[in-house]
């Protein structure tokens, strides 16, 4: 069966700090692969998402960047962080748009 | 931009009650998913529908779509404290390539013991 692993659960980062968020994806070959950021009581906003290895398409500017170095692995990754890079991100795969499966969540907490 | 906005923002009820979310979109789309997301995790499917469907179910829930006035509804029926979560609308839209769905910000779901 699919599974997606995500992590750290959580994270407690300095700004100015890098940082590195991983995901993995099992049991399913070349999934379509999205990091989301969930705000506080918010939706989720889309940040990148990759149909293939080495193919990252990015949905905002932001401070932030995404690779996808084999098939089943997507890292969220930043040189600098800012206060505002704070949030819950969460990690999603589908092999079409008719269902995601998300991870459990980092809550990042950028202090 | 939010394609999906639910209403209400928040609903507290009492277990046995039915539940009723709302979401409503702005462009054409190929289906509308519901996902639960208890606190602090990630999303869970719990419904697809298509746009050529009026109604769908799945055990105690039972979801309408009014693809005129771009809208679903979200009825859980005979609610349980376990219910208590968060409830999205997530579109896919005609023409939105492999970007994923667009979420609404979500209903906020309390059932009281």
């Known amino acids: 069966s699919q599974t997606i692993h995500q992590w750290p659960a959580t994270l407690v980062q300095p700004v100015g700090s890098p940082l590195s968020l991983e995901c993995t994806v099992e049991g399913t070959s070349n999934p379509n692969l999205y990091w989301y950021r969930q705000a506080a009581g918010r939706g989720l906003q889309l940040l990148f998402y990759?149909?293939?290895?080495?193919?990252i398409s990015s949905e905002v500017p932001q401070n932030l960047s995404a690779s996808r170095p084999q098939d089943r692995q997507f890292i969220l990754s930043s040189k600098k962080l800012l206060l505002s890079d704070s949030g819950f991100y969460l990690c999603?795969?589908?092999?079409?748009?008719?269902?995601?499966?998300f991870g459990s969540g980092t809550q990042l907490s950028v202090l | 931009s939010q394609q999906g906005e639910e209403d209400p923002q928040a609903l507290s009820i009492q277990e046995g009650e039915n539940a009723t979310m709302n979401c409503s979109y702005k462009t054409s789309i190929n289906n509308l998913q519901w996902y639960r997301q208890n606190s602090g995790r990630g999303l869970v499917h719990l419904i697809l529908i298509r746009s050529n469907e009026r109604e769908k179910h799945s055990g105690r829930l039972r979801v309408t779509l009014d693809t005129s006035k771009k809208s679903s509804s979200l009825l859980i029926t005979a609610s349980r404290a376990a219910d208590t979560a968060s409830y999205f609308c997530a579109t896919d839209a005609v023409g939105g390539g492999a970007d994923g769905l667009t979420f609404g910000k979500g209903t906020h779901l309390i059932i009281q013991p």
């Open positions: 999603a795969w589908s092999v079409n748009r008719e269902k995601l499966f």
């Open positions: 990759s149909v293939g290895i080495g193919q």
